[in-house]
């Protein structure tokens, strides 16, 4: 089990990067994460939802992500309210006080019978904890930490980040924390995030085990822009100003409160000609090519909010320039629609309705099931995107991949005032028209997460952007998902050079093959 000293230490990149070195060593790893706070989901392959870290990192092991890799996963919403997702579909709406009370005592057999699935499964489960085991206020109905290890009786990595500081006081103080039958359960710590000269941390290394009994098994270097889906928002706090030069296109992405599925934006990052910003603010808006409107867990709040912030007004009039796009994902996609309506009160505590941004003829109510399913399909003939710029007409069938995650259905008042954009059908079954944009194309949103990893459409569209700014299309891109095995190569070979993987497999009472 890898447990950290705190949220942000690494321990998902590090645990996605030990998946792929037990595949490539040969055998068949899994991850587990009991329970995941998280608001960037993934759609497993029957339709479930889990947390997005889980299915990357079984996408490192090169299996199907299922629920019992991550079987309680918690989305927050607003007033202090989480809906609480059990074995990929949704449970209840609570209160943290609620939850902890009412669902936790209950959540062992949960956690257990997943737990213990994968093990019959699977050669090597790799446990990760959440947040640090030393939250004293929260140990004693802990299932995620040491509670956890000690139910499933398995040895726990300590990680923690020296790039935040403080390094061994974080170490030394969890530990300090912990009761002696969780110490005994520390086998080893990584330190992860090192920039500098080894040799002038090692005295502070030696002391640490003299003092703990315990051993570094590693130092982990500080990888620059790791290319692994992330969970947690957190990580947009680093590319909220970010700015790549020479680019051609600049997006920017509206980050709200309850921004969720965020990573459905990267591929658009690693293309050379594109910036992608995260802004929560007029100032930081810009004049932008492109603006998006991204999916979130509580779309009538996230509205507010960008209409508190004055944000809504600039995107209308950035809109009104020419050749400046908006686009909506998921939730982004019904507030562009007139009206929003949660007589169920599915996002709030009381039956809400609310005015959209009224840039589609479109209506969304919130209802008790949510849609949860993978698609596929194609651009429509007729589609509204400018896929290949103003100057051409026809295209020829340009395929499209994605998921939904939502609990509203939306529907289109005046379908003749705007255009159909996808075919797709889920699951393999008949097809069905998808999303609607404008006839001009500045304005289209869509319901598909994970639709810029769909490579040709990716470039299609912001090669039309660039026609539409009379530059050159580029026509080459990069394959997405070639470059996610890469990266997760490019980690794990980073790891296996700083970790000593002898110890670690003497950790688990395995030999190294």
Not at 331 to 347: A, K, R, T
Not at 380 to 385: A, E, G, S
Not at 477 to 485: C, D, I, L, N, P
Request: proline fraction near 5%.
């Amino acid at each position: 089990m890898l447990q950290g000293t705190a949220s942000d230490v690494g321990k998902s990149v590090i645990t996605t990067a030990l998946c792929r070195i037990f595949k490539q060593d040969g055998f068949k790893p899994a991850p587990f994460k009991s329970q995941n706070m998280a608001l960037n989901s993934y759609v497993t392959e029957d339709g479930k939802e889990i947390g997005r870290a889980q299915g990357a990192q079984a996408e490192a092991c090169g299996i199907e992500a299922t629920t019992d890799m991550n079987p309680i996963l918690i989305k927050p919403v607003r007033d202090m309210h989480s809906q609480i997702v059990v074995h990929g579909v949704p449970f209840a709406q609570m209160s943290a006080s609620d939850y902890r009370q009412h669902f936790l005592p209950e959540a062992k057999r949960t956690v257990m019978d997943a737990l213990n699935r994968l093990r019959d499964t699977y050669d090597i489960v790799l446990m990760e904890g959440a947040g640090s085991p030393a939250e004293i206020n929260l140990k004693d109905r802990d299932i995620v930490n040491m509670n956890l290890a000690g139910w499933a009786d398995a040895p726990v990595i300590l990680i923690s980040d020296i790039d935040r500081g403080g390094v061994f006081a974080s170490i030394v103080g969890t530990l300090e924390l912990l009761e002696p039958h969780e110490i005994a359960r520390v086998k080893g710590f990584i330190i992860n995030k090192f920039r500098g000269d080894l040799s002038l941390l090692q005295p502070g290394l030696d002391w640490l085990e003299e003092r703990t009994g315990i051993p570094v098994l590693g130092v982990l270097p500080y990888i620059r822009d790791i290319q692994i889906e992330a969970e947690d928002s957190v990580v947009l706090d680093s590319l909220r100003h970010g700015k790549k030069e020479h680019t051609a296109l600049d997006i920017a992405v509206i980050r709200y409160p309850r921004i969720s599925n965020f990573t459905d934006f990267d591929a658009l990052s690693r293309e050379p000609d594109v910036n992608v910003r995260y802004v929560t603010s007029t100032e930081e808006l810009g004049s932008p090519d492109v603006v998006i409107l991204p999916g979130t867990k509580d779309t009538i709040g996230d509205l507010q909010f960008v209409r508190d912030s004055g944000l809504e007004q600039a995107i209308m009039d950035e809109v009104e320039r020419k050749h400046v796009q908006l686009v909506g994902i998921c939730g982004g996609y019904q507030m562009l629609g007139q009206h929003l309506i949660d007589p169920f009160s599915v996002e709030a505590k009381h039956t809400q309705e609310a005015a959209g941004m009224g840039k589609l003829p479109l209506s969304t109510t919130f209802l008790q099931h949510k849609q949860t399913i993978r698609a596929s399909g194609f651009v429509q003939p007729k589609h509204p995107l400018r896929l290949y710029g103003e100057k051409t007409t026809e295209i020829s069938p340009v395929p499209v991949n994605g998921y939904e995650i939502h609990m509203g259905v939306t529907e289109c008042h005046e379908p003749e005032q705007v255009t159909p954009l996808f075919e797709i059908a889920y699951s393999g079954e008949q097809t069905f028209l998808e999303g609607w944009g404008t006839h001009d194309g500045k304005v289209w949103g869509t319901y598909l997460h994970g639709l810029f990893e769909s490579d040709q459409f990716r470039r299609v569209w912001l090669d039309g952007l660039r026609e539409a700014k009379g530059l050159a299309p580029l026509k080459e891109t990069y394959s997405a998902q070639e470059r996610k095995e890469m990266e997760f190569d490019r980690v794990a070979a980073s790891l296996r050079s700083s970790l000593d993987m002898k110890r670690v497999y003497e950790i688990m009472g395995m030999q190294q093959r």
